[in-house]
């Protein structure tokens, strides 16, 4: 090594840039502040989950971040491009799946992707190579001549699934992926979206508010509510971030005056929920040891057990950790990608 290679300074390698940066980001309609100061950045190749009710401020976000209306405040760069001062360079950049089935059912499902990719410019050599290989990856190749309204809910998914995807994006949002389906139909997407992100190295943003959808799919977790980021981490790290590794469900048949209090002195409870009817959530740090007592208290007293059972901490008990209150598991509604909400409506 010569004296000049001596005082060269050493380079550190660069840090990866973040697929997306959000940097205290704000929406305000009128007075309602509909998203307070959210900061977060996704991987890439991340599956990020934005876990909260319907009106915590996901979908708003989500039409920030993909350029559908204007930021009050604050800062989101999709794939290294600034979502107001290059909204083009990030709309090529990214595949957008709304909450509501805006296929046209009266065009079959080719027709459906056919459209979509000649809009967004993808060459017509191209262009049949890219529909033949995502009716293939969502298993709708035998129905490419159907008219999309013969198509099940699950199937409809699927197909807007393939639509967002026809022209190869590195970011791809969806918005509730799985509302309205049937139990089988909600896994079969599960495992589609899985299989896409590792045959695409697709980063994944995925706005839910049903917690088994976030505990299957995502990679980490931002928890929003009322507008405002509350959580982020793993599912696994913000589990163990609840005091109490064990879930008590009880109910018993008739309970008498001040038995809450007496369930919450038994040693090893760290948070208990009335969750009415006489039935009880019980967080405790030993779950086994917790029953036992619980069972013993409910022979002093007189009182009987209708049913009990022992689980793990669940996203539920995250929620309610960080929030103090259950996620409102409310009917969905389809909110437009495009319209922002009535004045004294919430996002």
Not at 84 to 113: F, H, K, M, W, Y
Not at 141 to 168: C, D, F, N, P, Y
Request: glycine share 6%; hydrophobic share 40%; proline share 5%.
């Amino acid at each position: 090594m010569n004296a000049v290679e001596e005082l060269r300074p050493l380079r550190m390698p660069l840090e990866p840039a973040n697929a997306i940066q959000v940097d205290h980001i704000v929406k305000k309609f009128g007075e309602f502040v509909a998203v307070d100061d959210v900061s977060f950045g996704v991987q890439e190749g991340e599956i990020f989950g934005l876990l909260g009710p319907n009106g915590a401020g996901k979908s708003t976000l989500i039409r920030m971040m993909t350029t559908l209306i204007p930021i009050t405040a604050g800062k989101a760069t999709i794939a290294g491009h600034d979502v107001e001062r290059a909204a083009d360079d990030a709309r090529r950049a990214i595949g957008v799946i709304p909450q509501a089935l805006t296929s046209d059912i009266d065009l079959t499902v080719e027709e459906n992707l056919s459209i979509y990719a000649k809009l967004y410019d993808v060459p017509a050599a191209k262009r049949k190579q890219a529909i033949d290989e995502l009716l293939e990856l969502v298993d709708l190749a035998k129905w490419r001549s159907a008219q999309t309204k013969t198509l099940s809910g699950g199937m409809r998914r699927r197909l807007e699934i393939a639509r967002g995807l026809v022209h190869s994006p590195r970011i791809f949002f969806l918005d509730e992926p799985t509302t309205g389906l049937d139990p089988v139909s909600r896994v079969a997407v599960w495992e589609m979206l899985t299989n896409i992100k590792n045959r695409r190295q697709l980063t994944i943003l995925i706005p839910t508010h049903y917690m088994d959808e976030a505990d299957r799919l995502c990679d980490r977790i931002a928890i929003v509510d009322h507008g405002k980021l509350v959580a982020l981490d793993t599912p696994a790290a913000l589990k163990a971030s609840v005091p109490g590794s064990n879930v008590i469900e009880v109910q018993f048949e008739k309970t008498p005056e001040h038995w809450d209090e007496q369930l919450r002195r038994l040693p090893e409870v760290t948070s208990l929920r009335h969750q009415g009817a006489a039935m009880y959530r019980v967080l405790s740090s030993n779950g086994s040891r917790t029953t036992t007592q619980l069972v013993e208290l409910a022979v002093q007293a007189g009182v009987a057990l209708k049913s009990l059972s022992v689980q793990n901490t669940t996203l539920d008990d995250v929620f309610v950790h960080y929030t103090g209150r259950q996620l409102r598991d409310e009917l969905v509604k389809a909110y437009s990608f495009v319209m922002p909400p009535r004045p004294g409506v919430q996002p």
